[in-house]
């Protein structure tokens, strides 16, 4: 049994262990490169939040749906409403890129810790950046 006296110094020592534990877990381990070779491997549904340049709170949901062929279509939930848009992506350098009407995008694919994401880096109209940590879709 604790003595009265040494109660603080405890529970200060259980919050400071639950802390790093925490930190433990959200702490960003080094990632690997994918090549990407083929469609094939980032085929499907990924997700995630989309920032804009301008500040983090210029955010939005973001979905891509990805086919075998290339063929995507994409959207995104936005404060004023919705955009979706669709079309087919590229292969270059092991990386996937698209560009249409202005806009382009290049997506990355990155693994650690046997968990995937795909780095999307695009540039919007008028000459916006934009950025998301897209991962596989929950189904």
Same mark, same amino acid.
């Given at each position: 049994?604790?003595?009265?006296?040494?109660?603080?110094?405890?529970?200060?020592?259980?919050?400071? $262990?639950?802390?790093?534990?925490?930190?433990?877990?959200?702490?960003?381990?080094?990632?690997?490169?994918?090549?990407?070779?083929?469609?094939?491997?980032?085929?499907?549904?990924?997700? @995630?939040?989309?920032?804009? $340049?301008? +500040?983090?709170? =210029?955010?939005?949901?973001?979905?891509?749906?990805? $086919? =075998? =062929?290339?063929?995507?279509?994409? @959207?995104? +939930?936005?404060?004023?409403?919705?955009?979706?848009?669709?079309?087919?992506?590229?292969?270059?350098?092991?990386?996937? +890129?698209?560009?249409? /009407?202005? =806009?382009? $995008?290049?997506?990355?694919?990155?693994?650690?810790?046997?968990?995937?994401?795909?780095?999307? /880096?695009?540039?919007?109209?008028?000459?916006? @950046?934009?950025?998301?940590?897209?991962?596989?879709?929950?189904?």
């Amino acid at each position: 049994m604790l003595e009265p006296r040494h109660a603080p110094l405890a529970v200060t020592a259980l919050i400071a $262990a639950l802390l790093l534990g925490a930190c433990a877990e959200s702490v960003v381990r080094p990632s690997t490169v994918v090549p990407i070779r083929s469609f094939s491997q980032v085929a499907g549904k990924w997700d @995630g939040l989309a920032i804009g $340049a301008k +500040t983090a709170g =210029d955010a939005s949901f973001f979905l891509i749906t990805i $086919a =075998d =062929d290339g063929a995507y279509q994409a @959207g995104t +939930t936005r404060g004023m409403g919705v955009f979706a848009g669709s079309g087919k992506l590229t292969i270059k350098d092991g990386k996937l +890129t698209t560009e249409a /009407d202005g =806009d382009s $995008a290049t997506y990355t694919l990155h693994e650690s810790g046997g968990k995937r994401v795909l780095q999307l /880096d695009g540039v919007v109209k008028p000459g916006r @950046g934009v950025t998301a940590n897209l991962t596989p879709a929950k189904k």
